[in-house]
């Protein structure tokens, strides 16, 4: 007896579901990300083949460019307590709420007098180009030492650690300027410390 044969259907899978999820997942990370921030003294690194990573904690970058310097401090805490004994150095109160706004900085290059109004700044406005002089490096005015030397107790206060330290400079800036960020930091026994630099393919 031949069997009955069962007539094939096509299958069909309804994909509405998945495209909704799809389109609320793409929704929340649009939300939820944030926009990178121009840096505030952009400059064009040297080339190197070395892949050495930067240490992600306990460190602070000094960027040099056109005789400028900005600093960086990773670590927010490690930042707002820099920020507290900058201003009982120089006798400037700063608030809670422009301790909790200069956390939120990524790198700043002015005099101290001239930080709030940078801190009231949003992201944008601060980070104009030729808005931010510089931190003063000169022998009468020598902030950045100052910097350097407070980021380092406040380190050493929240985390028990020696402050370490990255060089970002221009590449087509005159070694002598990188020279002077070298010697302040060798003023006060800082002796290592990283040079940031761009990665490029070895030469054959």
Known sequence: MAKAKTQKKATSIDMTAMCDVAFLLLTFFILTATA?????LPVDTPS???QTKLPESNLATLTVGDGKVFMGILERN????TLELMGIKYGIAFSEDERN???LIDAFGVPIGNLKQIIAMNGTERNKKDLQPGIPKDSL???LSEWIRNARVAN???KQQDLRFAIK???KLEYPQIKKVMDLLQKQDVNSFNLVTGLRGEDF
């Open 48 to 50: 190197s083949t070395v």
């Open 78 to 81: 490690v930042k707002v307590r």
């Open 101 to 103: 706004r200069f956390a």
């Open 169 to 171: 400079g221009d590449a």
């Open 36 to 40: 990178k921030q121009p840096e505030p």
């Open 156 to 158: 050493v206060e929240l």
């Open 141 to 143: 005015n020598d902030q």
